[in-house]
Every structure is written in structure tokens, then in C-alpha cells.
């Protein structure tokens, strides 16, 4: 039963504090970044996802999250906003030049590419993802690409479809800490599976950089947390972010805790020290925050700078 604002009845919703209340104000007219999108039907998960950031990223030079295979999600995490079916929408053969054409008149020299689970696809959309990927960086060949995959249900050949595309960055969320894991997530969506992704990664290609995310505030223990950091950190995992989980809807889980600003600088810390490459940590971080793509580009930079000084 829910009262008329929506809640559960007997359930006690958490007032926001105030670092939570306080966000910068963007004049920025987004109506060309949307005409891109919307002119070539594309979908981005800043909208569907109701991401908090989204007034920052596309203010800073139009940064954005492409989310392919369609905007129906055929798992129902109880976190998430996105909408859900047994069967997505049908395959856009032409997604791939869409992405790629957007991309070059947003100007963007980062983009991070995503998509909704799609369990009713053979191979889980692994073979579209990676035509994503290879049409964005033939055209952009000095663009980076980072890519946000679901599971691929842990099938190895899946996996190593999108990995030999050649992203710049895999990332693959863990979401939240293994006790919670089947009450915040689809039970499809397994704890060591998720790890598992991950592990197959740097198997198939030990350089590729990895990325996963938590969300905090959902009844998880600062110990639990830290585990998963480790748990992370075994499988190879590079770079981490960790953010507050903001009700999307009523029908979603509801917030726990609002994690204070000093428990996220120690959640930063405690990564770093565990040898994360890289760790971002805020109320309103997220895992396509853009905090981090400075660093990665930096890091990237690097590595290919390394490399030319080898041969």
C-alpha cells in the first residue's frame, strides 16, 4: 500500500541533507546536444536514467552516455529507472553510424558508450556493441572510447567480442556489496559473475583498462564495502567509482543512509591504498562520471607514450 505521496505505508523516507541539496546552476541551452540526439533517434542514459550529473556533463562540452540496443532493459534491478520487458526493442543496424555521427558534431573527444541488458539477443548484443565501438573510433581515431557492458550472462566468447573491438575502457558494474546483491539487483545479475566479467577482461587483453562502480546507501556496512573493493581489486579491476544511490521512483528501493562526504573521502582513500589506479568518490558520482576522464585520457596518453619509447 502506498499513501498519496507514493511511499510504502510504514515507510520512513529520509530527508536530504544539505550536501546533497546543494548542486551547481547551469544556464547552458542543451536544445543542440538534444537535436543531435533526438534527429537520429538515440538514446542517451543521462535521461533515461535520471543521472543527477547530467546538467554538468552536458554543460562541459557536451559529454554524454550513449546507450545503445534500444531503451527497454530486459532485467528489473530494483535500483534502476530505466524501463524493462522480456524483449528489448528491435536492433538498429544503423546505430553504429548514428553514434559515430553524433559524436563528431557534439565534438566530443571522450565518449562513453553503454546499453540496456538484452537476455532475449543470442549473444547479448555483444556483436552491435563492438560495431559501435569499431564505427566511433574509425572515425575518431584519436577519440576515446569507454564502454559500460551488462554481463553477456558470463559467456566468454560474448565478452571477448566486445573486448577485441578495442575499447580504451571496459567497465562493468558490481553496483552494490554481495549480501545485497539479490535484493538490489535482477537475480540474473550474479555477485561473482559480475567479478567474473571482469577477470575475463584482463584475461583476454591484461592491458585493457577495467572499471567497475558501487552505489552506497542502501544498508551496506563500511567492511562490506571494503571487501568488494578487494574483491575488485583480485580481478584487476583499475579504476573505481563509488556514489550515493538516489531513489529514482517510488517503486524503487528505498535510501538507507546518506553517506556523509567524509565517509566517501575515506572510501577514496581506503581504494587507493588497495591500489586502484584511480578512485572517484562522492554523493554524486557516478560510473560514467566525467571526474574520472581526465585522468583516464592522462593515463592512456601514458601508456601509449610507453609503448613508442619501447619500440
Known sequence: MHNKKGERM????????????????????????????????????????????MAECWHNEGTATFMVLGDT???????????????GNPVDPFEPQKIASAIREMGLDYAVITSVDRDDLVDGGAD??????????????????????????????????????????????????????????????????????LRTVKEIDPEMITKSAIMVGLGETEEEVIETMKD???????????????????????VEEFVTPEQFSRYRKIGEELGFLYVASGPYVRSSYRAGEFFIKSLLQKKEQSKKEEN
Open 10 to 53: 510504514g515507510e520512513v523516507r529520509l530527508e536530504k541533507p544539505e550536501w546533497l541539496k546543494i548542486r551547481p546552476s547551469y544556464d547552458t541551452d542543451f536544445s543542440k546536444i538534444k537535436q543531435a540526439l533526438r534527429k537520429r533517434g538515440l538514446v542517451t542514459v543521462c535521461e533515461e536514467a535520471h543521472c543527477p550529473n
Open 73 to 87: 532493459c530486459t532485467r528489473g534491478c530494483k535500483f534502476c529507472a530505466i524501463k524493462t520487458s522480456a524483449n
Open 128 to 197: 552491435h556493441f563492438a560495431q559501435v565501438v569499431q564505427r566511433v573510433k574509425a572515425e575518431h581515431p584519436s577519440g576515446r572510447v569507454e564502454i559500460l557492458t551488462g554481463d553477456f550472462q558470463g559467456k566468454f566468447e560474448d565478452i571477448k567480442t566486445v573486448v577485441d573491438a578495442k575499447p580504451d575502457v571496459f567497465a562493468h558494474n558490481i553496483e552494490t556489496i554481495k549480501r545485497l546483491h539479490p535484493k538490489v539487483r535482477d537475480l540474473r545479475a550474479k555477485y561473482d559473475q559480475t567479478m567474473q566479467v
Open 232 to 254: 575488485l581489486r583480485a580481478v584487476g579491476c583499475d579504476i573505481l567509482t563509488i556514489g550515493q544511490y538516489l531513489r529514482p521512483k517510488t517503486k524503487r528501493l528505498a
